[in-house]
C-alpha cells in the first residue's frame, strides 16, 4: 500500500503539472494548421497531375488501337449491346472486373495491356487468388476463349465470368 506522503506528493505533483496549460495553445490556435484556399488549389493540382485514364477511355483507346468494331468486342466478351452502351455513353459506370476481364479477353490483350485496362477500373490481377492466377496463365499463353476460360474456372469451382 502507497503511503500517505508519496499519495498526497504524487496529487500535488499532477495538479502542478495537468494545470500547467502547455496544451492550451493547441486547443485556442487563432489559424487553422493550413489556408482552405491554398490546400484546395494544391489538391486540385495534384490530382490534375495524378489522374490516370478511366477504364472507359482506356478501353475505346485499344478498340481503336486494334481496329475492330464496338459490336464484334461485345459479343466477343458475351455483354450485350445495352451495357456495353452503358460503358460507351456513361463515364461515370464502373464496370465489374469480371467484365473488365473478359472485355480485355476480346481485345486479345496481353498480360500489360490487360494489367492496365483493369487498373484504370481500380482493379488488379492478384498472385494470391487462385481465379486470378488462372487468368494470367490464360493471358501468358495467349488464350482468350472466354468459353475455355469458363470451363476452367468451373473445374477449379470457382466463379465464372458469366458477365
Known amino acids: ?3 500517505k506522503e508519496i ?3 504524487l496529487q500535488e505533483y499532477i495538479a502542478l503539472h495537468l494545470n500547467r496549460g502547455e496544451t492550451d495553445y493547441c486547443l485556442e490556435a487563432p489559424h487553422p494548421i493550413y489556408e482552405e484556399e491554398i490546400f484546395s488549389s494544391e489538391l486540385e493540382d495534384f490530382i490534375k497531375m495524378n489522374r ?9 483507346h485499344y478498340i481503336d488501337q486494334k481496329g475492330v468494331t464496338d459490336s464484334a468486342i461485345y459479343k466477343k466478351a ?6 456495353f452502351s452503358k460503358i460507351r455513353s456513361n463515364p461515370d459506370y464502373h464496370p465489374k472486373k469480371h467484365t473488365a476481364i473478359a472485355l480485355a479477353f476480346a481485345l486479345e490483350l496481353d498480360i500489360d495491356d490487360t494489367e492496365d485496362l483493369l487498373s484504370a477500373g481500380g482493379y488488379s490481377l492478384s ?6 492466377l488462372i487468368v494470367r496463365f490464360f ?3 495467349e488464350i482468350f476463349d472466354l468459353q475455355v476460360l469458363n470451363e476452367t474456372l468451373d473445374h477449379f469451382q470457382l466463379k465464372t465470368l458469366n458477365v
Not at 52 to 60: A, C, E, I, S, Y
Not at 78 to 83: F, K, P
Open 139 to 141: 493471358l501468358n499463353n
Open 1 to 3: 500500500m502507497l503511503q
Open 127 to 132: 498472385d494470391s487468388d487462385t481465379s486470378d
Open 78 to 83: 458475351g455483354l450485350d449491346r445495352r451495357h
Open 52 to 60: 490516370k485514364p478511366t477504364l472507359q477511355q482506356v478501353l475505346f
Open 7 to 9: 499519495l498526497v506528493e
